[in-house]
């Protein structure tokens, strides 16, 4: 895995849960090659993703669409990227 996020969604852990489901059987299959997704309660998400190609996912998570869907359901998070440790 190589992305890493964590966040806040106001409108609830199923809500997140819903989008990256659809986002997985469409368009993110193209640069996620596997995710693991989390629920820590009270709205708090983390998930890891192995993201293949970061120009891609750059250009689906900033469209119009999905900055008002972001709004819409109070999703803030930030997102980070991994090196795996050697040793």
């Known amino acids: 895995?190589?992305?890493f996020?964590?966040?806040h969604v106001e409108a609830?852990?199923?809500v997140m849960k819903a989008k990256i489901d659809e986002d997985m059987?469409?368009?993110a299959a193209e640069f996620v090659s596997g995710?693991?997704?989390a629920d820590l309660g009270d709205g708090n998400v983390m998930m890891c993703a192995n993201v293949t190609d970061f120009e891609k996912m750059g250009a689906f998570m900033n469209t119009p669409e999905?900055?008002?869907w972001e709004k819409d359901?109070?999703?803030t998070y930030k997102t980070y990227t991994l090196e795996?440790?050697?040793g």
Do not use: H, I, P, S
Request: net charge neutral; no cysteine; aromatic share 12%.
């Open 5 to 7: 996020f964590k966040g």
């Open 66 to 68: 999905r900055l008002q």
């Open 84 to 86: 795996e440790m050697q």
């Open 12 to 14: 609830g852990f199923d």
């Open 73 to 75: 359901v109070g999703a």
């Open 25 to 27: 059987a469409g368009q």
């Open 1 to 3: 895995m190589n992305v």
């Open 35 to 37: 995710y693991n997704l």
